[in-house]
Structures are given as structure tokens and as C-alpha cells.
């Protein structure tokens, strides 16, 4: 699963490139460049998400099918901590801990975006959920 967040593009007066997100009006930036405005956009998408998993906020589901949008994703740490989040479902901590024969605290890191795990650890994590992990490089 992708976690791709559609994001509005527009040229401001002045050359200056502005990125505000669809599902996310609190969460916007620019670059002076096209370059610099996607990166940007991508850090604080990365920034915002993590906020939002680390104060227990509600994270919307990115939209679908916006002809007029780009599609940017967060950085690698983010996007596992949702993707561990949503595999998780009602499992509380201690059930996913318990299934990988490790502690409460190893288990929540496991959805900590300021925490890197290991392939292993979600390779394990993936499994004890009922899922598989796969990599991509784009």
C-alpha cells in the first residue's frame, strides 16, 4: 500500500512555488523552485503526520483520483509507523508484543516516526499482523 497525499501546486507572484495539501489544511509550504517546493512538501508532509501519530490525531486517509493534484509521500520512518498503525487496526500493543515475543515499549516504537526500525522488525511486525512486508525504490 502507498501512502501518497494529493497536493494542490500554484505559482505565485513573484516565481515563488506554493504546496498546500489536499487532506491536510494545516499543512502547506513552498519552494522557489519547483524542486525545492516538492521536497519541502515532502518534509513537512513527513513533519505533520508525525505530529499527528506521536499526539494520537486523527490522520485522514489521503484522497484518490485528483486530476488537478500531486501526489507526494512522506519520508521512509513515516510512512511505516501509519502503515504498522493501519495493519494494527483495534490490536492493542500488548496483543502485537505478545505475537512478536517482545515487550509493550519494543512494540509502540514499532509506530514511533522518530524511531528506525529494522527490516526484520517489520518484516516480523508484518507477519504477526497478517500482512507482508514489500519494498519499492522509486
Do not use: C
Not at 47 to 62: C, F, H, S, T, Y
Amino acid at each position: 500500500m502507498e501512502i501518497l497525499y494529493p497536493a494542490l501546486i500554484e505559482r505565485e507572484e513573484g516565481g515563488a512555488v506554493f504546496v498546500r495539501f489536499v487532506d491536510l489544511p494545516d499543512t502547506f509550504t513552498e519552494g522557489q523552485t519547483m524542486e525545492e517546493a516538492l521536497f519541502n512538501a515532502s518534509e513537512v508532509l513527513s513533519v505533520m503526520l508525525a505530529w499527528r501519530l506521536d499526539n494520537g490525531q486523527e490522520i485522514p486517509a489521503p484522497s484518490h483520483d485528483r486530476a488537478d493534484a500531486s501526489y507526494i509521500a512522506p519520508d521512509a520512518k513515516t510512512q511505516a509507523a501509519l502503515l504498522l498503525r493501519q495493519a494494527r487496526g483495534e490490536r492493542t500493543y500488548a496483543e502485537l508484543a505478545r505475537a512478536l515475543e517482545t515487550s509493550w515499549d519494543v512494540a509502540k516504537r514499532l509506530e514511533d516516526p522518530k524511531h528506525w526500525p529494522t527490516l526484520r522488525a517489520l518484516d516480523r511486525a508484518a507477519a504477526a499482523l497478517g500482512k507482508r512486508l514489500v519494498l519499492s525504490l522509486e
